[in-house]
């Protein structure tokens, strides 16, 4: 069983910053694809950024340039550093670790971290 514990959330003015940070348990975190999601109001959930288990990084259009996805094995914890924010960045955003293997399918979510961007 894999539980994933999001941080760092918070209230942001537009054009600051935040980093999101995503700690997992479970011996399977170093070689899963871990992601960020994120679900605004009203909204489908949507894809944010995922990152590989050999660090290949990809970021959705509307926040490249801005957002960085990274992780860390040893602290089993993956990060989103989120710079530049803008209103409509606001939402709830998730963890999500996906991982085939030996036949199994691993999909697991946290429990999501409220992020708002407001003046």
């Known amino acids: 069983q894999v539980q994933l514990v999001e941080s760092g959330g918070g209230l942001v003015q537009p054009g600051g910053s935040l980093r999101l940070s995503c700690a997992a348990s479970g011996s399977i975190f170093s070689i899963a694809v871990m992601g960020w999601y994120r679900q605004a109001p009203g909204k489908q959930r949507e894809l944010v950024a995922t990152?590989?288990?050999?660090?290949?990084?990809n970021v959705v259009d509307s926040v490249k340039g801005r957002f960085t996805i990274s992780r860390d094995n040893a602290k089993n914890t993956v990060y989103l550093q989120m710079n530049s924010l803008k209103s409509e960045d606001t939402a709830v955003y998730y963890c999500n670790l996906n991982l085939v293997h030996l036949g199994y399918v691993y999909d697991y979510w946290g429990q999501g971290t409220q992020v708002t961007v407001s003046s």
């Open positions: 990152i590989t288990s050999g660090g290949l990084t």
